[in-house]
């Protein structure tokens, strides 16, 4: 029998309607299209103004299935990576497993900021591999602006909302997932980290006041460990492979920064025409950025390319993904 991998058969994105362009952001706190286009790439992002986390989530996995051809009843497992879920508790994946009538599947949320994603490709593959499961959807989504401070003009003009989600399958020949180096390091957390909400500090009139309930990013810091740690990640997966930028068909970097994007790529000795970048219109959505990627880039993939994942968030997170695209 040959090894079983597990390999994505659908994927699908969404971004809400609404914009916030720079123009935008110019009127509401002191920055301009200049600045925030030169030190991000960012030119818009997209707002949900109205519905939660899982409302994207349904519209997400509505698109995947209808794609696949397949109903609700037949998803095994829901993995939903965000940073951003309905409620402390339940799971926004068990939210949206209710919601679109995925009554035979169980699920989670994972948190691990913006390599959620990653993570969770990594952890859904496994239920594939061993054989458990023969259909996980793993979705990456946030409302990022459920938790921007719309006054704090370090982190208002970096983030928005949407993102994807891919359905696993088993696959016989070999392609799909392939390998991953996943890494954390909790002594980076108070660099990037939502203060209060927590049991660590649970929500107070003094948490509110003070403004503690949104993201809260020392930049330089975290620009400094992202770009030496997602790129040095990304290039370890390649080497442990054997893998050349030759060989890579693309690299899908997290949409953080575009300067992080371009670090990551110059150390995988990637030519900027094999990188996925959509950052300029939707800004960071933190778990979202790679699946909507893969799904912006669904039309140029072909069976058989290899593609090199890597992102870096909060906690510290980060690591790379190597697999094979199966259609």
Same mark, same amino acid.
């Given at each position: ?91 926004? %994946? ?67 909302? !949407? ?22 390091? !909790? %002594? ?6 939502? #203060? ?34 997602? %790129? ?12 050349? %930028? ?27 025409? #094999? ?37 870096? !968030? ?14």
């Amino acid at each position: 029998m040959s090894q079983i991998s597990a390999a994505i058969t659908s994927v699908f994105g969404y971004a809400p309607e609404d914009k916030l362009t720079n123009q935008d952001l110019e009127k509401m706190v002191d920055t301009n299209d200049e600045w925030i286009l030169s030190r991000t790439g960012i030119k818009e992002r997209r707002i949900q103004k109205e519905g939660a986390t899982s409302d994207m989530g349904v519209k997400i996995m509505e698109g995947l299935l209808a794609k696949r051809g397949i109903s609700p009843e037949e998803i095994d497992l829901v993995i939903c990576t965000t940073a951003t879920p309905d409620y402390v508790f339940p799971a926004t %994946a068990n939210v949206i497993c209710d919601k679109i009538g995925a009554k035979n599947a169980w699920g989670y949320d994972l948190s691990a900021a913006c390599s959620g994603f990653i993570y969770g490709l990594t952890t859904g593959a496994q239920f594939i591999q061993t054989g458990m499961y023969k259909k996980v959807v793993v979705i990456g989504i946030d409302k990022m602006s459920s938790i921007i401070d719309y006054q704090d003009r370090a982190t208002c003009i970096i983030f928005g909302d !949407g993102g994807g989600a891919v359905l696993l399958e088993p696959n016989n020949e070999g392609l799909g997932f392939q390998d991953a180096i996943l890494r954390s390091d !909790g %002594a980076g957390r108070q660099f990037l980290v939502m #203060k209060a909400g927590g049991s660590a500090k649970p929500a107070s009139r003094e948490t509110v006041e003070n403004r503690e309930h949104y993201v809260y990013q020392e930049g330089k810091t975290v620009f400094k460990f992202a770009v030496t740690n997602m %790129a040095e990640t990304a290039a370890e997966v390649m080497e442990r492979n054997n893998l050349t %930028a030759d060989d890579i068909a693309w690299l899908v970097p997290h949409q953080a920064n575009k300067r992080i994007i371009d670090a990551t790529a110059d150390r995988c000795g990637m030519p900027a025409e #094999k990188v996925m970048v959509n950052i300029e219109r939707y800004g960071n959505t933190t778990n979202g950025t790679i699946p909507l990627c893969l799904w912006e880039w669904e039309d140029r993939l072909k069976k058989g390319d290899n593609l090199i994942l890597a992102a870096f !968030g909060g906690g510290f997170t980060w690591g790379a993904v190597y697999l094979k695209w199966a259609y």
